[in-house]
């Protein structure tokens, strides 16, 4: 499943195409993703004009005029491509290959855009993602962002605001910083990176970061920094590489180089001075990264 940094890299090579643009045909392949699509969703957005491409945790979200927003999800295989007359480009870094088969393209926004005509085209083997349409001004009350703890990016995720979820709680650090509650989009591939950035266990008890009098210790500030830096890090290093992996049509090895604990079991710690090695262990069904002889 894409996680943040690969949904925001996605943001970042649509913006450019869609934002300013006027949908002149929506195309439904087929009535449902995951779920239905949305009711009269091609009448609802032709002729809309497109003001500006966003996301909240791992949804993409598409701005048109008249107060309505577009939510995507790409569940497990889903990509957007672009393609103008004479090229097609899949903007995005992915973790997993991205397929360009036709035969499983399902949405397709034919656009008017200020270089004339360009097609966006949703494509999604699996059929794991998902397209809604609501009013913006009523997506708080969206269900899936009802309950969102704040983005992992910026200044509101900070040390004191994770010392009053801490507090008081024996839950593991790992299935905390997976709780989208707690944070927005965080998934199990940054939470790894970040505990091993903090030097921070992922069996410790959460309330051992936090003060009797429910202060953050000095430790939690350190994870909270990690937690923003490792994702502030790969969407900027997933931003800049953009180009050279559309044009090597090679959606593999950005992320790959970018982990330090994740998916490398059994090999050294990378962390400086450390002799330790990464480990696996699985904690609520899901592989956790770690070394234990740096992350207390
Ligand atoms: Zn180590």
Not at 7 to 34: F, H
């Amino acid at each position: 499943m894409p996680e943040l940094p690969e949904v925001e890299t996605v943001r970042r090579g649509l913006a450019p195409t869609m934002e300013g643009a006027t949908v002149q045909r929506l195309e439904l392949r087929r009535p449902d993703l995951r779920f239905p699509l949305p009711r009269d969703f091609a009448a609802r957005v032709e002729g809309h004009r497109i003001l500006a491409l966003s996301r909240r945790a791992k949804y993409l979200l598409i701005d048109f005029e008249g107060d309505l927003t577009s939510i995507a999800h790409l569940g497990m295989s889903g990509s957007f491509r672009i393609e103008a007359d004479a090229a097609a480009e899949t903007p995005g870094i992915f973790h997993h290959e991205r397929s360009k088969d036709e035969k499983h393209d399902h949405v397709l926004f034919h656009l008017k855009g200020a270089e004339g005509p360009v097609r966006v085209i949703y494509n999604d083997p699996r059929r794991f993602g998902f397209m809604d349409l609501m009013p913006r001004s009523e997506l708080d009350t969206y269900p899936a962002f009802r309950d969102l703890g704040p983005e992992p990016v910026g200044n509101i995720l900070s040390a004191d605001y994770l010392a009053t979820r801490f507090a008081g709680r024996s839950q593991p650090l790992k299935s905390a910083l997976l709780d989208q509650k707690v944070i927005a989009g965080l998934g199990n591939i940054y939470v790894c990176e970040a505990m091993w950035r903090a030097h921070l266990s992922p069996t410790r008890k959460v309330s051992s970061l936090v003060t009797k009098t429910g202060k953050p210790k000095a430790e939690l500030g350190l994870l909270t920094e990690a937690i923003r830096e490792v994702i502030a890090d790969a969407i900027e290093a997933g931003g800049s590489s953009l180009r050279d992996h559309i044009q090597a049509d090679g959606t593999l090895g950005y992320f790959q180089h970018f982990f330090r604990a994740y998916d490398r079991e059994g090999r050294e710690c990378l962390t400086d001075g450390c002799r330790g090695t990464v480990e696996r262990i699985v904690q609520s069904g899901r592989s956790t990264f770690y070394c234990r002889h740096c992350q207390k």
